[in-house]
């Protein structure tokens, strides 16, 4: 009975880690569509191409880029930055570097 209980948490936990990506993706998705269509109507409407570089043209897309990036952190955590284990394995890929370099 203790054992169903725990795999019943754990679908639990892992229900709401989908849930939780499944959000960031569409965050994510939302994000790029919506800045991509102000950044082109910036830029198309007003019929000058100077207007690409306008602070204006990128300040949503700048502040709005910094939440994705706190939502980022919140779902995968440090992860997805430098990923599990990230430490041995650039550790393993500069040693098998080094010995390819003697050898040569």
């Known amino acids: 009975m203790e054992n169903s209980n725990l795999e019943e948490q754990k ?3 892992a229900k709401k880690r989908v849930k939780a990506i499944k959000g960031f993706y569409v965050h994510l998705t939302v994000y790029i569509l ?6 082109a109507t910036r830029v ?20 709005w880029g910094i939440g994705i990036l706190f939502h980022a952190f919140n779902v995968f955590g440090m992860k997805f930055l430098l990923g599990k ?7 393993k890929e500069i ?10």
């Open 11 to 13: 679908y639990i936990r």
């Open 34 to 39: 919506v800045n991509a269509f102000l950044i």
């Open 44 to 63: 198309f409407t007003e019929g000058e191409f100077n207007n690409f570089w306008q602070w204006q043209t990128y300040n949503t897309a700048i502040f």
């Open 85 to 91: 284990n990230w430490e041995e394995k650039k550790i």
């Open 95 to 104: 040693m098998d570097n080094d010995k390819r370099d003697l050898w040569e």
